[in-house]
């Protein structure tokens, strides 16, 4: 039985954010041996997976460690995020980062845990905690899975636990849970609160703003990529396209990128692309001279295992020189699409349906097979 499961029984200290004393191991470190730890600030940064903007969300807390105030944490339904936590003493100047005591100093004494609360609890899911030394849980980082739904409400606790000079290392740490008391000189909370969360749907029925498509054509088994661009207006209307030219006889790893640069900075379309693949089909057809010469094979896929098209394969047949085009075209599944019916079922020639199907993209770009 570990020293933390003989204690399992004393009563749970009170309720409100604790910043307990964060000691040294080392019973001769006169630094600040036996000091308080002060916790300001705790930064928890999500960054959609497959890309996307990073959204920071602060708590912020007084010099007695008591909560002043804490943000909303704002997640889209149907995403992942890559998650890090971030503590800072900022009563100091320069502001004093804790995450590195937590993270490099003391991670054998340190155990972050994770808990989605209320309307959230079936919503989110917390895997991938990174590890310290030993290989036990610490949870600088981790990953937070959104299922697919609609908006929920609900809180996301996070709870710092530090393992004391009474513990029995690693055997307390990992016999841990996020709901076991503290147990003076074993283990108690540097803290425990909550942040707000709010799931909401993605935003469906909404035109992309899309001023640049990159379309990037890596040769397989080596050799250099290429990059062929066309630009738009603010109103949609392609302004320039630059000519694809590929080698006969050769596979392409190919790859495309959105973006609005009419903003500052550029907005990474392709990222609310992948956010919302669901929604989302690319299609994209060999033309002309080049029809019979260009084959598209190994689109990437949705959560559903239907095509997406943000990756593809695009192979060249041996032949002679040859001109044509390469359309592009962007699909997006709106409202009152049956999903994924509609967008599994869906070809490249298909219309337009108003509020159920229409195209974000449609336009070729110029090729030359070599």
């Known amino acids: 039985m570990t020293t933390l499961s003989r204690y399992l029984a004393l009563l749970l200290l009170p309720a409100f954010l604790v910043l307990a004393a964060c000691d040294s191991n080392d019973p001769d470190d006169t630094d600040g041996a036996g000091e308080e730890e002060v916790i300001s600030v705790v930064n928890l940064t999500f960054t959609p997976q497959g890309g996307g903007t990073a959204a920071v969300f602060t708590a912020n807390f007084d010099e007695e460690g008591v909560l002043e105030d804490r943000e909303t944490i704002i997640l889209d339904a149907?995403?992942?995020?890559?998650?890090?936590?971030?503590?800072?003493?900022?009563?100091?100047?320069?502001?004093e980062d804790i995450t590195i005591e937590v993270r490099d100093e003391e991670p054998g004494a340190h155990r972050f845990f994770y808990t989605p609360e209320g309307g959230v609890a079936n919503r989110l899911t917390v895997s991938n905690l990174d590890r310290d030394p030993l290989g036990d849980p610490l949870g600088v980082t981790f990953d937070v899975a959104v299922s697919a739904g609609g908006a929920a409400?609900?809180?996301?606790?996070?709870?710092?636990?530090?393992?004391?000079?009474?513990?029995?290392?690693?055997?307390?740490?990992?016999?841990?849970?996020?709901?076991?008391?503290?147990?003076?000189?074993?283990?108690?909370?540097?803290?425990?609160?909550?942040?707000?969360?709010?799931?909401?749907?993605?935003?469906?029925?909404?035109?992309?703003?899309?001023?640049?498509?990159?379309?990037?054509?890596?040769?397989?088994?080596?050799?250099?990529?290429?990059?062929?661009?066309?630009?738009?207006?603010?109103?949609?209307?392609?302004?320039?396209?630059?000519?694809?030219?590929?080698?006969?006889?050769?596979?392409?790893?190919?790859?495309?990128?959105?973006?609005?640069?009419?903003?500052?900075?550029?907005d990474d379309i392709t990222g609310e692309i992948r956010a919302e693949a669901e929604n989302h089909r690319f299609f994209y057809t060999p033309e002309g001279g080049v029809a019979n010469r260009i084959t598209i094979s190994d689109l990437d896929t949705d959560s559903n295992g239907d095509p997406l098209g943000v990756t593809f394969?695009?192979?060249?047949?041996?032949?002679?020189?040859?001109?044509?085009?390469f359309r592009a075209k962007l699909r997006f599944y709106e409202d009152g699409a049956t999903l994924p019916d509609d967008k599994r079922n869906d070809t490249a020639d298909a219309p337009e349906v108003p509020g159920v199907v229409e195209n974000d993209l449609n336009f070729a770009f110029p090729v030359e097979l070599q």
């Open 78 to 95: 149907g995403t992942t995020y890559d998650v890090s936590i971030e503590l800072l003493n900022d009563f100091e100047d320069p502001a």
């Open 313 to 325: 394969q695009a192979a060249v047949s041996a032949g002679s020189a040859a001109t044509g085009s």
């Open 153 to 266: 409400t609900g809180a996301f606790r996070a709870k710092l636990r530090h393992y004391e000079d009474g513990a029995d290392l690693p055997a307390d740490k990992r016999a841990d849970t996020p709901t076991a008391p503290e147990v003076p000189d074993v283990v108690e909370n540097d803290f425990d609160f909550t942040f707000p969360v709010e799931i909401q749907e993605p935003l469906a029925g909404e035109p992309e703003v899309i001023s640049t498509v990159n379309l990037t054509f890596a040769p397989q088994g080596g050799g250099a990529a290429t990059t062929s661009t066309a630009n738009f207006d603010e109103n949609g209307t392609l302004q320039a396209v630059g000519i694809i030219q590929l080698t006969s006889g050769t596979v392409y790893d190919v790859s495309i990128e959105l973006l609005d640069e009419f903003q500052t900075p550029p």
